[in-house]
């Protein structure tokens, strides 16, 4: 049944025609079928998963891939799961690989530079929440029917709470002509260096048509990559070929930050405001530490789709328990509500200071709340989010953004809950009707 010609997902998604075959997905091309819209339909069989000890690497791809919502990125619609499959539902990009395009031939400067400069972007955009991507390659970069380049397959990706106490990553991976030294050493390394320097392979190979760095012994191989010993053709400029040594530096003290990128002329010719992603609905300015000066919002929150609150309140759909025995239970993180979003958002801001936490309130009745302690891995920074289902029912859910888990889950067990108890419906998870409400319950297979 999973294979064949047309399975609807959800009740949401009509998944249609294989498109692409991976070492553990199968690709499908889908369709909204509300909208019409063509969709991607990743499918990962969750007990393969399992076999091959790739838990940590899947629920890692989620996160960080639901954390980078930007132009230059291939977005992540929706997470579903059934007992046996997990179904990423992405943005379709209709016109393949950048891979692709560059086996035909080297690109011109103005094409290379339009795609480094969408990269950039994309890469200076992960950066900023946090998240490093650790294989980027032009197999990896998508073009959609506008020929704009699209960042894709997380992953290799790391967040910022794998990082060790020197506060540098350890893990060894990616691919090894576009793996920078320091990866390779194993004395640990800074991820956002690292995407640089693989940033710098791509832009080479976009220029040339081949790789900067190259043998057919391995061991060869990374001799070069050590050294950064390669050669420039030709007929890249002088202005490409400084650059490149900038981004090519085996040092990583030395190589070239996304800021020096961008101030580079070369870089910023053609660039126009358009090609600059600023996100107001992701900026996240620094905390007012004045309890007092908080920016409300007359705006209405955003409206919970009925099919996302049944994803993530069904212990059928729920992914945060995918993996785990039935013996461990995760801290409740969602919970419904009769009161207005108004209401509970002002709630919400109380009790973050009465647990001493430093509060914003965004416009989208989003509320950031900051420890003004530093805890094992820094200081807790936590978003709750209200949504709107219907005029009665709203839905709240808490995300740590930043911190250790286990300070993440004693704040929501010890610290609101309690402080919330009068005006929640039910907490995901709970069982029974404690709080006046009903569980939600999802057949799956």
């Known amino acids: 049944m999973e294979d064949q010609k047309h399975t609807l997902l959800g009740g949401k998604y009509e998944k249609g025609r294989l498109i692409g075959t991976g070492t553990f997905a199968k690709v499908y091309h889908g369709r909204e079928v509300s909208t019409g819209e063509s969709v991607a339909i990743k499918v990962i069989n969750k007990d393969q998963v399992r076999d091959q000890g790739m838990v940590e690497q899947i629920q890692r791809e ?3 891939t639901r954390l980078v919502r930007h132009p230059n990125i291939v977005e992540l619609r929706e997470v579903l ?4 499959k997990i179904y990423y539902v992405m943005e379709y990009v209709s016109g393949g690989e950048l891979f692709a395009k560059v086996a035909g031939g080297r690109l011109k400067e103005d094409v290379a530079r339009k795609y480094f400069q969408q990269l950039i972007s994309a890469i200076d955009f992960c950066h900023s929440r946090g998240v490093s991507h650790r294989d980027i390659k032009p197999e990896n970069l998508l073009l959609n029917g506008n020929d704009d380049l699209k960042i894709t397959d997380f992953g290799f990706s790391a967040l910022p709470e794998q990082k060790r106490l020197d506060g540098l990553l350890h893990t060894q991976c990616g691919t090894p002509a576009y793996v920078a030294p320091e990866v390779l050493r194993k004395k640990g390394y800074d991820g956002a260096k690292a995407d640089i320097w693989s940033c710098g392979v791509v832009l080479y190979v976009l220029l040339a048509g081949f790789l900067p760095f190259h043998d057919e012994n391995l061991m060869n191989l990374y001799r070069k990559i050590f050294k950064a010993e390669y050669e420039f053709p030709p007929w890249f400029s002088h202005e490409t070929r400084k650059l490149i040594s900038k981004l090519l530096m085996a040092d990583p003290e030395r190589r070239i930050s996304i800021q020096g990128i961008m101030r580079v002329p070369w870089y910023r010719r053609g660039l126009s405001r358009n090609n600059s992603f600023r996100s107001k609905k992701e900026r996240v300015s620094s905390p007012d530490p004045t309890p007092g000066s908080l920016k409300k919002s007359t705006s209405s929150p955003a409206f919970f789709n009925a099919f996302e609150l049944i994803s993530s309140m069904s212990s059928g759909f729920d992914l945060s328990t995918l993996f785990e025995g039935k013996e461990k ?117």
């Open 329 to 445: 239970k995760k801290v409740a993180s969602i919970f419904t509500s009769k009161f207005s979003a108004a209401a509970i958002v002002e709630r919400i801001e109380a009790a973050a200071r009465g647990l001493r936490f430093i509060v914003e309130t965004e416009d989208d009745f989003k509320v950031r709340m900051e420890g003004t302690e530093e805890g094992r891995k820094g200081a807790l920074a936590v978003t709750a989010e209200v949504f709107e289902m219907a005029a009665e029912m709203t839905v709240v859910e808490f995300t740590k953004d930043s911190g250790d888990t286990l300070e993440y889950e004693k704040f929501c067990e010890d610290g609101v809950r309690p402080a919330l108890k009068d005006i929640v419906w039910t907490w995901q998870g709970d069982d029974g009707n404690s709080n006046g409400g009903s569980d939600v319950n999802v057949n799956s297979d």
């Open 62 to 64: 989620i996160s960080a």
């Open 81 to 84: 799961a059934t007992k046996s």
